[in-house]
């Protein structure tokens, strides 16, 4: 209790207040405009932490990304055009309700299911967390090595749907990870020879450029080719439905946040996935008359992926705080937070700071209800927002984005690198390969290599050691078996493309 009470008096100091406000806006703008996403918001709000408290910081970091996957539904309902890929779902029905002249009660169903779903993963993980985390203390290098071998397995496998170019990536980012000097035996590794790489590469440069700038040079070169489209806005204000739909629909917001949660929870899967499934199910139990209503403006077909989507938040943040694996790209960017900050995610971190864990369920369920007051009142404001060029925005952004990264240690040298790391991400972008992995490989890499050669140590340099833990090598044959399930997919998918292809008529010449 007295640590329940520390948290409350975390959350009502001024800072934390402010940061909360601060990163709900950023991440709903952020995640209404197309083109931006609320991971590129968190890496560049990560910056803007230096200055302020670990509190604050895990305040605006977590209200950023809350806000930016409700933010997304904005766009997807007022011009069909989703703001996030987690919203794709809720296009189907919610812009045919706003083509029908229902675009007030589509925002006001988007901002209802979001809070509903927030707030159940929420539930949700305050009860899970804590049982995953005593089950973890039990762990030692061995098996910590194998469960973060396991979740960048599932990121790299899984990203992109090509396990080829996911393993590709997550190679770059334990090589970028690796550059600097060891903290064990203290040789260089990678600097050749230039005195500035001895500091390694900064965690938050990397995230800004491989997240932001690879975004503002497509936009601007998609400008510059003029692929941009405007877009005409009306005035729209939001209307909340009634207590009855509510009612009528209690079960399926529920169904829809479990699926969403469970989702989360599954390192490499994230919102797209958990906002398409909840909809096919919700699709399928549909009966009569709504279900002959889906893709016409349904109701249902509305608050089914938008419950999943943001149910999806809690459900990733399960694995993030108990075991230190992040779910998705977005709470790796807030690992990195987290570790920059001094807090370590993990078993030890719900004893050792238990005050923490409070603030951060309370600061969950404080940035979901100002999520919601600000999108049911302030629609207005961020349709204003959408009217903006794109290209200004960047420019903007960018500007952002190079201050941000030299406050963080008052070096030219960390902007040239954001710079470089950016180029070498849009031409990522370009080849189809993700960043995710990238990223994932940043993060993880170093706990990777720590529980490895910490095992090794201990072991006298046996590598059987990594085979004498039951849980290791269960963790080691699913690894196998879900990388031999993707290039199962990816030899089917080609395979069936290639059949496409040679039933498509030839045309003479």
Same mark, same amino acid.
């Given at each position: 209790?007295?640590?329940?009470?520390?948290?409350?008096?975390?959350?009502?100091?001024?800072?934390?207040?402010? *940061?909360?406000?601060?990163?709900?806006?950023?991440?709903?703008?952020?995640?209404?405009?197309?083109?931006?996403?609320?991971?590129?918001?968190?890496?560049?709000?990560?910056?803007?932490? =230096?200055?302020?408290?670990?509190n604050?910081?895990?305040?605006?970091?977590?209200s950023?990304?809350?806000?930016?996957?409700?933010?997304?539904?904005?766009?997807?309902?007022?011009?069909?055009i989703?703001?996030?890929?987690?919203a794709?779902?809720?296009?189907?029905?919610? #812009?045919?309700?706003?083509?029908?002249?229902q675009?007030?009660?589509?925002?006001?169903?988007?901002?209802?299911?979001?809070?509903? @779903?927030?707030?159940?993963?929420?539930?949700?993980?305050v009860?899970?967390?804590?049982?995953?985390?005593?089950?973890?203390?039990?762990?030692?290098?061995?098996?910590?090595?194998?469960?973060?071998?396991? @979740?960048?397995?599932?990121?790299?496998?899984?990203?992109?749907?090509?396990?080829?170019? $996911?393993?590709?990536?997550?190679t770059?980012?334990?090589?970028?990870?690796?550059?600097?000097v060891?903290?064990?035996?203290?040789?260089?590794?990678?600097? &050749?020879g230039?005195?500035?790489?001895?500091?390694?590469v900064?965690?938050?440069? *990397?995230?800004?450029?491989?997240? %932001?700038?690879?975004?503002?040079?497509?936009?601007?070169?998609? &400008?510059?080719?003029?692929r941009?489209?405007s877009?005409?806005?009306?005035?729209?204000k939001?209307?909340?439905?009634?207590?009855k739909?509510?009612?009528?629909?209690?079960? /399926? /917001?529920?169904? !829809? !946040?479990?699926?969403?949660?469970?989702?989360?929870?599954?390192?490499?899967?994230?919102?797209?996935?958990?906002? &398409?499934?909840a909809?096919?199910?919700?699709?399928?139990?549909?009966?009569?008359k *709504?279900?002959?209503?889906?893709?016409?403006?349904?109701?249902q $077909?509305?608050?089914?992926?938008?419950? %999943?989507?943001?149910? +999806?938040s809690?459900?990733?943040?399960?694995?993030?705080?108990?075991?230190?694996?992040?779910?998705d790209a977005?709470?790796?960017?807030?690992?990195?937070g987290?570790?920059?900050?001094?807090?370590?995610?993990?078993?030890?971190?719900?004893?050792?700071?238990? !005050?923490l864990?409070?603030?951060? #369920?309370?600061?969950?369920?404080?940035?979901?209800?100002v999520?919601?007051?600000?999108?049911?009142?302030?629609?207005?404001?961020?349709i204003?927002?959408?009217?903006?060029?794109?290209?200004?925005?960047m420019?903007?952004?960018m500007?952002?984005?190079?201050?941000?990264?030299?406050?963080?240690?008052?070096?030219?040298?960390?902007?040239?690198?954001?710079?470089?790391?950016?180029?070498?991400?849009?031409?990522?972008?370009?080849?189809?390969?993700? +960043?995710?992995?990238?990223?994932?490989?940043?993060? /993880?890499?170093?706990?990777?290599?720590?529980? =490895?050669?910490?095992?090794?140590?201990? !072991?006298?340099?046996? #590598?059987?050691?990594?085979f004498?833990?039951?849980?290791a090598?269960? /963790?080691y044959?699913?690894?196998?078996?879900?990388?031999?399930m993707?290039?199962?997919?990816?030899r089917?998918?080609?395979?069936?493309a290639?059949?496409?292809?040679?039933?498509?008529?030839?045309?003479?010449?």
């Amino acid at each position: 209790m007295n640590d329940f009470i520390a948290a409350s008096l975390m959350m009502l100091e001024p800072a934390s207040i402010i *940061a909360i406000f601060i990163g709900s806006v950023i991440g709903i703008i952020f995640g209404a405009i197309p083109g931006l996403t609320y991971t590129m918001a968190l890496s560049m709000v990560l910056p803007l932490t =230096f200055g302020i408290s670990p509190n604050a910081a895990i305040c605006m970091l977590l209200s950023t990304y809350i806000g930016g996957l409700t933010g997304g539904s904005l766009t997807a309902c007022l011009i069909g055009i989703p703001g996030t890929p987690s919203a794709a779902a809720t296009v189907v029905d919610g #812009y045919a309700m706003v083509r029908k002249g229902q675009a007030g009660l589509s925002l006001g169903l988007v901002i209802m299911a979001s809070a509903f @779903g927030s707030i159940f993963s929420l539930l949700v993980m305050v009860f899970a967390v804590d049982f995953v985390a005593k089950a973890a203390v039990h762990f030692g290098p061995v098996e910590l090595f194998s469960l973060v071998l396991f @979740g960048m397995s599932l990121i790299c496998g899984l990203s992109e749907g090509s396990i080829v170019k $996911g393993l590709i990536a997550g190679t770059i980012g334990l090589m970028i990870m690796t550059i600097g000097v060891d903290d064990i035996e203290g040789v260089q590794r990678l600097t &050749f020879g230039w005195t500035p790489l001895l500091q390694g590469v900064n965690l938050v440069v *990397a995230m800004v450029g491989l997240f %932001a700038v690879p975004h503002l040079i497509k936009t601007l070169v998609d &400008f510059r080719l003029r692929r941009i489209q405007s877009h005409e806005l009306n005035d729209v204000k939001t209307r909340m439905p009634k207590f009855k739909t509510v009612k009528d629909n209690v079960g /399926l /917001l529920s169904y !829809s !946040s479990l699926i969403g949660t469970v989702i989360g929870a599954i390192p490499g899967t994230g919102g797209p996935i958990a906002a &398409f499934a909840a909809y096919d199910q919700a699709k399928r139990l549909a009966k009569g008359k *709504a279900k002959e209503q889906f893709g016409k403006g349904s109701v249902q $077909g509305v608050l089914a992926p938008e419950a %999943a989507n943001n149910a +999806v938040s809690g459900g990733a943040i399960i694995p993030l705080l108990s075991l230190g694996i992040p779910g998705d790209a977005a709470t790796a960017v807030i690992l990195g937070g987290l570790l920059i900050h001094g807090v370590t995610p993990g078993p030890a971190l719900f004893t050792e700071n238990k !005050s923490l864990v409070y603030l951060i #369920y309370i600061t969950f369920f404080v940035a979901t209800v100002v999520v919601m007051l600000l999108q049911a009142y302030g629609v207005k404001f961020f349709i204003k927002l959408l009217k903006i060029p794109p290209q200004y925005l960047m420019v903007g952004i960018m500007i952002m984005c190079v201050i941000g990264t030299y406050a963080i240690r008052n070096s030219f040298f960390d902007v040239y690198t954001m710079i470089i790391i950016g180029l070498f991400g849009y031409l990522l972008l370009l080849a189809k390969i993700p +960043v995710t992995p990238v990223v994932l490989g940043l993060v /993880l890499g170093p706990t990777l290599e720590k529980e =490895f050669r910490t095992a090794m140590i201990l !072991s006298e340099n046996d #590598y059987s050691v990594f085979f004498t833990s039951p849980l290791a090598v269960t /963790l080691y044959i699913l690894i196998v078996v879900f990388v031999g399930m993707q290039l199962y997919a990816d030899r089917k998918l080609k395979k069936a493309a290639l059949e496409d292809a040679k039933s498509l008529p030839t045309v003479a010449s």
